[in-house]
Nanobody, 124 residues
Framework: VQLQASGGGLVQAGGSLIVSCLFS????????MGWFRQAPGKEREFVAA????????SYADSVKGRFTVSRDNAKNTVHLGMNNLKPEDTAVYYC??????????????????WGKGTQVTVSS
């Protein structure tokens, strides 16, 4: 499995950004997809996940109501739409994939496959 994230950048507080991830190497619809982030000096944290068909999603409390995870199974792509961004959202964002759907596991242990991250910087 290969995961390639893109779309990061610099945005002002209150602004919006979409990061995307292209999946390849296996059947995309067999994998739940997720987004994680790691800020400088902090541990990696779960941000959001979406099930194989997209009918189930889960979000960290810190991003609920501001971030939206979606997937396009025809294009093997998962997106994370981020609105009302805050400086504390600044981090490297990683997309990940896993054949299971187990949010508790994802939150504590992550997912099986990881892509390289994309930097999101929110200025105050």
């Amino acid at each position: 499995v290969q995961l390639q994230a893109s779309g990061g950048g610099l945005v002002q507080a209150g602004g919006s950004l979409i990061v995307s991830c292209l999946f390849s190497g296996r059947a995309f619809t067999s994998y739940a997809m997720g987004w994680f982030r790691q800020a400088p000096g902090k541990e990696r944290e779960f941000v959001a996940a979406i099930s194989w068909s997209g009918d189930a999603t889960s979000y960290a409390d810190s991003v609920k109501g501001r971030f939206t995870v979606s997937r396009d199974n025809a294009k093997n792509t998962v997106h994370l739409g981020m609105n009302n961004l805050k400086p504390e959202d600044t981090a490297v964002y990683y997309c990940a994939g896993d054949p299971r759907w187990d949010i508790d596991y994802f939150v504590y242990y992550g997912m099986e496959y990881w892509g390289k991250g994309t930097q999101v910087t929110v200025s105050s």
